[in-house]
């Protein structure tokens, strides 16, 4: 059966949703950014489990007040099963993107200088191997569940009723732009246009998820061993 049939009779998030969430997303986020900087320097890998456990659980907290103020159907939001080869596509676009990151960041540093944005996380994946598990479950996990599902459950769901290039491009946008600016942006784009076309094609966020963890987790394991 086709995907796209079996669902036309599910509302879809729209503007309502998009504004929840991102509002709710946001404002949490700035509360758990405060308790951040209140996190002295020589506590670094504590503070980089903080915040990616943080931003993991303020994205659900959004997601759920999203998901209650009007549909509540957690199918309309990409919860559907899907044959295990988008599974496995999934993991292997991963590891492909993990791979283009490399390249993107290479060409990155070559024009630009900029603080390192990522030493908190570098230094928890550094602090063996009981630091490094807790990191993988906050930041390969735990993180990816919560942005899956504000900016493709709920913010790429809602801008696919437009064409691909509001639906996947706009949505990666904002979850690029929700990075920050640094080479951060960059890899979160990349990650939002996979996702999100995925996302689009079948209707499930599990494939984008798996995309997610795999990019993720490849990244802390490289700190761990960088």
Do not use: C
Not at 72 to 96: D, E, H, Q, S, Y
Request: net charge positive; aromatic share 14%.
């Amino acid at each position: 059966m086709n995907v796209r049939s079996n669902s036309a009779h599910l509302a879809r998030p729209d503007s309502l949703e998009v504004t929840v969430v991102l509002v709710s997303y946001f404002g949490l986020l700035a509360i758990i950014s405060a308790f951040m900087l209140r996190i002295p320097d020589d506590q670094a890998a504590f503070r980089g489990n903080f915040g990616m456990a943080g931003n993991g659980i303020v994205a659900v907290l959004a997601f759920t007040a999203a998901f209650s103020i009007r549909i509540g159907n957690f199918r309309a939001f990409g919860f559907r099963t899907v044959p295990w080869k988008w599974m496995l596509a999934g993991a292997a676009i991963g590891f492909a993107a993990y791979g283009a990151s490399h390249v993107m960041e290479s060409v990155y540093f070559l024009l630009v200088t900029e603080v390192n944005t990522q030493a908190d996380f570098q230094a928890g994946a550094k602090e063996g191997i009981v630091p490094l598990l807790i990191l993988l479950f906050t930041g390969a996990l735990l993180t990816p569940i919560g942005e899956e599902l504000v900016f493709r459950a709920v913010v790429a769901n809602a801008l696919n009723r437009y064409p691909a290039g509001i639906g996947v491009v706009g949505s990666a946008l904002i979850f690029a732009a929700a990075h920050g600016p640094s080479v951060i942006f960059f890899n979160a784009f990349l990650i939002g246009i996979l996702t999100a076309f995925l996302f689009r094609k079948t209707l499930s966020i599990w494939p984008g998820l798996v995309v997610h963890v795999v990019f993720n987790a490849l990244w802390l394991v490289t700190y761990a061993l960088a």
